[in-house]
């Protein structure tokens, strides 16, 4: 909702928004799982047992037909390729030849997002998604009808179907929507979209006199299972477990948007006794990956390809962190081929024993503007290894003010005082020296973003003082 609905729904009283809610939901649902959501879905079970071969053909295909409808179609493509392939070079592409194309960066999809469009115009049938735009002006992604459905049909089969769960049981959601506009409200802190039996919760409002208010919600409408943010789902698991509260069982969380630390899954697994399952994904919908029964990250390859790639863009072996290039299939009318999605993340090459012959993401490492550097060129980007085992520490966020300082801001349980202080700051030093200035300061809260997201490291870094990292 947004515009003049957005006010609307601001001005109401809360029963009101309940049903503004709920409307708006007969939309969303008739829009996504109608026409040919039952179909995809059918599909998506089907591949989901094709051997290494068949996967491999059935990429192949799909890969080609997208970049053949680009070259012919797409202004941007005709533009950006020109001179590089031939169309008879597409009609023999295999993955392994995508690194002969040129990496789609976030400017030029910023820039002129209709470019990508086949035949460089919107059709009436577009919805248009935006992304939280956390590291500059966000981007237009566009929809048709049979993309929506593919993409909840995939998640449906996938990563639900991995859970045990499925988007026809009660379910509630962190996002980054305004759920509860006022920001000093008493609650209720969701509002229910009665057609999918759906509890939307506030990001905005967790805090320990609230937790009991969100566990009530997830009691009285039933709730079978959790999925949003990881964050705060964390949180609520993490304030509930502080607070003596005893919260309701689920049959699975499914986290999104964030990733999710060990200590953080161990948290929300104890406190709503179930497992927690990790998707992978772009606003874009450019690739998709899931944690299976096994907690191993199955990228599912009809969604699309992710390349793994160094600093010269050349593909790294497994193993190896490397920046994340994506292909969508999901999304053909705006095709996005060799996106630079901002990603650091490792293949893993090892079977998994649920014996689905999908690859394997052994992990994905952290946001690019994540990473924290040392004057001698160090770098950090597994950031929640400072706060393991921080028995006095609710929450905590890195900011990079310089190349020689950092500012750790910390959200403190009782009985946090000098021993932690000196631990976090030799944790930080052991990782980038000891010539790291590390200041500590004591907050009552970490602001989310706009969309409500928590960012575990904040870099304030030039592009001059960038310059003067070592190589």
């Given at each position: 909702m947004a515009?003049?609905?957005?006010?609307?729904?601001?001005?109401?009283?809360?029963?009101?928004?309940?049903?503004m809610v709920s409307a708006y939901g007969i939309y969303w649902h008739r829009l996504r799982f109608?026409?040919?959501?039952?179909?995809?879905?059918?599909?998506?079970?089907?591949?989901?047992?094709?051997?290494?071969?068949?996967?491999?053909?059935?990429t192949t295909q799909r890969l080609r037909l997208l970049l053949l409808q680009a070259f012919d179609r797409a202004p941007y493509y005709q533009q950006a390729w020109k001179g590089l392939v031939t169309r008879e070079d597409l009609e023999r592409f295999t993955p392994a030849d995508l690194t002969r194309l040129p990496v789609l960066e976030k400017k030029a999809v910023r820039d002129d997002p209709v470019a990508l469009l086949l035949d460089?115009?919107?059709?009436?049938?577009?919805?248009i998604q935006h992304t939280?735009?956390?590291?500059?002006?966000?981007?237009?992604?566009?929809?048709?009808?049979?993309?929506?459905?593919?993409?909840?049909?995939?998640?449906?089969?996938?990563?639900?179907?991995?859970a045990g769960v499925s988007y026809r049981m009660p379910r509630a959601t962190f996002s980054g929507r305004i759920v509860e506009p006022n920001p000093d409200s008493s609650g209720p802190f969701y509002r229910f979209n009665m057609?999918?039996?759906?509890?939307?919760?506030?990001?905005?409002?967790?805090?320990?006199?609230?937790?009991p208010l969100y566990l009530r919600a997830l009691e009285r409408h039933h709730i079978q299972w959790v999925t949003g943010y990881a964050n705060s789902i964390y949180q609520l698991a993490q304030l509930a477990e502080d607070g003596g509260h005893k919260a309701p069982s689920l049959?699975?969380?499914?986290?999104?948007?964030?990733?999710?630390?060990?200590?953080?899954?161990?948290?929300?697994?104890?406190?709503?006794?179930?497992?927690?399952?990790?998707?992978?994904g772009?606003?874009?919908?450019?690739?998709?990956?899931?944690?299976?029964?096994?907690?191993?990250?199955?990228?599912?390859?009809?969604?699309?390809?992710?390349?793994?790639?160094?600093?010269?863009l050349r593909p790294v072996p497994a193993g190896q962190p490397g920046e994340v290039l994506a292909t969508g299939f999901i999304r053909p009318h705006q095709p996005m081929v060799r996106y630079r999605v901002g990603d650091i993340a490792i293949m893993d090459d090892q079977p998994c024993p649920c014996g689905r012959q999908m690859p394997v993401l052994k992990e994905v490492v952290g946001r690019v503007e994540d990473t924290v550097y040392g004057v001698d060129g160090r770098r950090m980007v597994r950031f929640h290894g400072v706060f393991v085992n921080q028995p006095h520490v609710y929450e905590g966020q890195i900011v990079q003010e310089a190349l020689n300082r950092i500012r750790v801001r910390v959200v403190p349980k009782p009985g946090f005082g000098d021993a932690d202080r000196a631990d976090i700051v030799q944790r930080i030093q052991q990782r980038l020296t000891d010539q790291m200035q590390v200041e500590i300061d004591l907050v009552e809260s970490i602001e989310r973003t706009k969309a409500g997201k928590f960012k575990a490291v904040v870099s304030q870094l030039s592009p001059e003082d960038l310059k003067k990292v070592k190589p």
């Open positions: 515009g003049v609905a957005d006010q609307i729904y601001r001005a109401m009283p809360v029963p009101l928004q309940h049903l109608g026409g040919t959501f039952e179909e995809e879905c059918a599909g998506f079970r089907r591949r989901e047992g094709y051997t290494a071969e068949q996967w491999q053909e059935d460089g115009a919107p059709l009436k049938q577009h919805t939280s735009g956390s590291t500059g002006t966000p981007i237009k992604a566009y929809w048709l009808p049979e993309e929506l459905r593919r993409s909840l049909a995939l998640r449906e089969t996938r990563s639900c179907g991995f057609v999918e039996r759906q509890v939307y919760f506030s990001a905005f409002h967790l805090s320990p006199k609230n937790v049959k699975a969380v499914i986290t999104t948007s964030e990733k999710i630390t060990p200590e953080m899954r161990a948290v929300v697994e104890r406190v709503f006794q179930t497992k927690v399952y990790e998707e992978y772009t606003v874009e919908d450019l690739m998709y990956a899931c944690d299976c029964q096994h907690g191993r990250k199955h990228i599912s390859p009809d969604a699309g390809i992710i390349e793994i790639v160094d600093e010269a």
